[in-house]
Nanobody, 116 residues
Framework: VQLVESGGGWVQPGGSLKLSCAGS????????MSWYRQAPGKERQLVAR????????NYADSVKGRFTISRDNAKNTMYLQMNSLKPEDTAVYYC??????????WGQGTQVTVSS
């Protein structure tokens, strides 16, 4: 399982970013996918997840209504559209691929910084 995130960067509060996670080396459409984030000095937390066919999504309460997870199985890619960003969204964002409740692979992470 190989995962590569992209799209991170610096944005002002209230701004938007769209993260991408490209998968290879596995049958992307057979895996549930998730976004996690880890801020300095804090534990990694689940941000959002999407089922293998994209039919169901879940979000952390802190991002509901602001973030949208999606996937394109034809492109082996997952996305995270982040709107109305807040300073507390600053973290390294990771994507993960899971099967049968177990994470099978992690990306290297992409930094998101929200500040004025």
């Amino acid at each position: 399982v190989q995962l590569v995130e992209s799209g991170g960067g610096w944005v002002q509060p209230g701004g938007s970013l769209k993260l991408s996670c490209a998968g290879s080396g596995f049958t992307f459409s057979s895996y549930h996918m998730s976004w996690y984030r880890q801020a300095p000095g804090k534990e990694r937390q689940l941000v959002a997840r999407i089922t293998s066919a994209g039919g169901s999504t879940n979000y952390a309460d802190s991002v509901k209504g602001r973030f949208t997870i999606s996937r394109d199985n034809a492109k082996n890619t997952m996305y995270l559209q982040m709107n109305s960003l807040k300073p507390e969204d600053t973290a390294v964002y990771y994507c993960a691929a899971a099967q049968r409740g177990t994470v099978r692979g992690w990306g290297q992470g992409t930094q998101v910084t929200v500040s004025s």
